[in-house]
């Protein structure tokens, strides 16, 4: 314990008295931490003070200043307080008799603990004391870390070490403990529940932002501001920047001392390497992914679902669906992560794997929410497959390449391989790369459109959504059925093309569809 005003006033062999009345001094005054003693008998000492020292005084400042300035000891006072002293001790019978009735009122009026010093007690006996009690808690505190930091390391060494150190963690700091992993989930909190909603959901949210960017970061967060009993939460990032594996937090009521630090610090430390010891095992898996997902997509799933079994669960049962989201570099850990939590979640009946720089999923028809989960999360394009039967995975995994090649150029997060196929053959082959043929083939119409001001692209089109026929046209357009064939003709004129057969207008539509 660090010394206090308090512990001053108690210790017999210095005989303080404090002359200002406990009820005129704020809540906790006399609890206030000493953190040095210095003794001035300068008219303004306030400029070699800080917050927390104990000024002592002979009062040889007031024989001089009191008759030139009634009231200097309210000033006096005043100075002081601004500075954040704790305490002001006053050393009689040196200078003069008895302390200054003045300075005794102004302490009460302004709240300023303020007690005497007898003859017989030197000023530095009382520096003395507040040093050597400094000393001990600095021996003490720093004492407490390396027992902390050595009951830590003996944590780290239990079968589930990295609960156990962050139990140790909140055990030594009296406080809340919690690491929210890659993928943004409270992963363990010591003590189990010990953090409540709403603070809880605000220090994972402030966490994911944090994993997120992608940065070494730490940071302060007040929780819970919205109720009674708000928390102060310090947030740390876990691993190198680019490849962040989690967020350390921990709730504490005030700022952390260096012994304090030093704790936290190891833990970061041991944390963060038995993270990224998982990293190496979780890379193993991943390897050991891949190579079930080949022989899935090759026919093969015997092995699959007997070893899948074994190391997390059953197989996807049919009907199910494949889908396949990109993996950029800094959010593929995030992304393995979330998988790896969702397939302990459903005891298996989840399959994923690592296909060059995309994800392959394996998921029952009713977990298809899934891929708009991780195109939401990760901001990242997702294709999806039908439903389909146990064997026809590689036509399911086909279905969701061309829906993922879709996601890509439309970046509309999710699509699903039945949005492509209920807009026919024609809009399918309708790719990007026929954007430059298409606007080549269309070109006659628009230019000719833009020089006169006429809709030659527009009847055309009509023209072919109505099947060719000039009087269906003519009523969706609200024109004459001859104005619509006068316009047709042009447009096969312009286009060197007769479209009275099938072919050309396929062709024609094709081009259309690949301009939208």
């Known amino acids: 314990m660090q010394p206090t005003v308090r512990t001053l006033l108690d210790r017999p062999e210095l005989g303080l ?7 005129a001094l704020p809540p906790e005054a006399l609890d206030a931490t000493v953190v040095w003693a210095h003794s001035s008998d300068l008219v303004d000492p306030a400029p070699f003070l800080d917050a927390g020292h104990v000024l002592l005084t002979t009062g040889t400042q007031f024989e001089r200043a009191e008759a030139d300035e009634p009231d200097f000891a309210d000033a006096y006072v005043r100075r002081l307080l601004e500075t954040g002293i704790a305490a002001l001790g006053f050393g009689t019978e040196v200078i003069r008799a008895g302390t200054p009735d003045a300075l005794v009122d102004a302490c009460a009026v302004q709240g300023l603990p303020l007690f005497e010093v007898p003859y017989r007690t030197p000023f530095i006996a009382i520096a003395r004391l507040v040093a050597d009690l400094l000393a001990e808690d600095a021996y003490a505190r720093q004492a407490w870390a390396l027992a902390a930091q050595r009951a830590i390391s003996l944590a780290a060494l239990r079968p589930d070490g990295l609960s156990a150190t962050l139990g140790e963690l909140s055990h030594r700091l009296d406080a809340w403990v919690g690491l929210i992993d890659a993928a943004g989930t409270l992963d363990r909190e010591a003590p189990d529940g010990g953090l409540a909603q709403p603070a809880l959901g605000e220090v994972v949210g402030e966490a994911r932002s944090m994993l997120r960017r992608g940065q070494r970061a730490s940071r302060t967060l007040v929780a819970g501001e919205s109720i009674d009993a708000p928390q102060r939460i310090t947030l740390q990032t ?5 490849a962040l594996r989690g967020v350390l937090a921990i709730g504490d009521s005030a700022e952390l001392d260096q012994a304090g630090r030093e704790v936290v610090t190891s833990v970061i430390a041991l944390a963060g390497l038995a993270l990224e010891q998982n990293r190496d095992l ?6 050991l992914r891949t190579g079930l997902l080949r022989g899935i997509l090759a026919g093969d799933t015997d092995l699959a679902e007997r070893v899948a079994s074994e190391m997390w669960g059953p197989l996807p049962s049919a009907p199910f669906r494949v889908a396949i989201a990109d993996a950029p570099v800094q959010h593929v850990d995030r992304l393995i992560e979330l998988l790896e ?3 302990e979640e459903r005891a298996g009946r ?6 060059e720089d995309t994800v392959v999923i394996l998921l029952e028809d009713a977990d298809a929410a899934l891929a708009e989960e991780i195109a939401a999360e990760f901001e990242v394009p997702v294709g999806l497959s039908d439903a389909v039967a146990a064997d026809a995975v590689a036509l399911a995994h086909e279905q969701a390449l061309r829906a993922l090649e879709r996601a890509r150029e439309t970046k509309a997060g999710v699509v699903a391989f039945d949005e492509i196929s209920r807009q026919g053959v024609l809009a399918f082959l309708a790719r990007t790369d026929a954007r430059a043929v298409a606007l080549a083939t269309l070109a006659p119409l628009t230019e000719y459109d833009e020089a006169h001001g006429t809709s030659l692209l527009e009847t055309t089109r009509s023209w072919l959504e109505h099947g060719g026929q000039f009087d269906a046209t003519a009523q969706a357009l609200g024109v004459h059925r001859h104005t619509v064939r006068s316009r047709v003709a042009l447009a096969e004129k312009l286009l060197g093309r007769d479209l009275s057969g099938f072919h050309a207008r396929a062709d024609l539509w094709a081009a259309l569809l690949a301009v939208d």
Not at 17 to 23: E, G, V
Not at 350 to 355: E, P, Q
């Open 17 to 23: 008295k404090l002359l200002t009345p406990p009820d």
């Open 238 to 242: 876990l691993g190198g920047g680019g």
């Open 282 to 287: 979780d890379r193993a898996r991943g390897h």
């Open 341 to 343: 939590l969702r397939v």
């Open 350 to 355: 989840l399959f994923f794997g690592r296909d």
